[in-house]
Antibody, heavy 116, light 113 residues
Framework: EVQMVESGGGLVQPGGSLRLSCAAS????????MGWVRQAPGKGLEWVAN????????YYVDSIKGRFTISRDNAKNSLYLQMNSLRDEDTALYYC?????????WGQGTLVTVSS | DVVMTQSPLSLPVTLGQPASISCRSS???????????LSWFLQQRPGQSPRRLI????NRDSGVPDRFSGSGSGTDFTLKISRVEAEDVGVYYC?????????FGQGTKLEIK
């Protein structure tokens, strides 16, 4: 069974940092694009970032460029999102998802709250 | 960047009646490989993970009832439900995966009248 479990969310002050993790299982992680999608409270889905199977290609939504970094460790079947210089508007439920052009499996999400 | 525009944003439907959601993109979603990377998702409850229903415009995911169908081409796409059931309630999103950055529509909230 394909499964993704996110962790690392929490409460952080504006300007702070967090590192989200996504542990994947049930498929050959190293052969799939992976991504992050977020959903602010009461809002719609926002695509955040994607990374290619070998980690060489990375794409980001404009609002996080220069602040967030997506990465992966294929030996550990894990996906990461390093978030720096966090802003109030980054408050959201962050989902890990399998796929690039189309996201076929999603985790349950981890909540990030940016507040002083 | 590609803007995805859904309509309507709210869709009250009587049980057993059909429903249709439109999704329009600001650019053609045909990729250089000839595929069109347009997907549909349903988020049944706030905070619940979205579930993919349709990929590449018209391909139903495993386990998705055949009352759901996707169609369209280029910049205009439609999700249709032939007969709405109670379990279909939630917010529907289209997503384009052709152009970076990828993007979602605003969402269409389907409710039972």
């Amino acid at each position: 069974e394909v499964q993704m479990v996110e962790s690392g969310g929490g409460l952080v002050q504006p300007g702070g940092s967090l590192r989200l993790s996504c542990a994947a299982s049930g498929f050959t992680f190293s052969t799939f694009w992976m991504g992050w999608v977020r959903q602010a409270p009461g809002k719609g889905l926002e695509w955040v970032a994607n990374i290619s199977p070998d980690g060489s290609d990375k794409y980001y939504v404009d609002s996080i460029k220069g602040r967030f970094t997506i990465s992966r460790d294929n030996a550990k079947n894990s996906l990461y999102l390093q978030m720096n210089s966090l802003r109030d508007e980054d408050t959201a439920l962050y989902y890990c998802a399998r796929g690039g052009a189309y996201l076929d499996h999603w985790g349950q999400g981890t909540l990030v709250t940016v507040s002083s | 960047d590609v803007v995805m525009t859904q309509s309507p944003l709210s869709l009250p439907v009587t049980l057993g009646q059909p429903a249709s959601i439109s999704c329009r993109s600001s650019q053609s979603l045909v990729f250089s490989d000839g595929n069109t990377y347009l997907s549909w998702f349903l988020q049944q409850r706030p905070g619940q993970s979205p579930r993919r229903l349709i990929y590449k415009v018209s391909n139903r995911d495993s386990g998705v009832p055949d009352r759901f169908s996707g169609s369209g081409s280029g910049t205009d796409f439609t999700l249709k439900i032939s007969r709405v059931e109670a379990e279909d309630v939630g917010v529907y999103y289209c997503m384009q995966g052709t152009h970076w950055p990828h993007s979602f529509g605003q969402g269409t909230k389907l409710e039972i009248k």
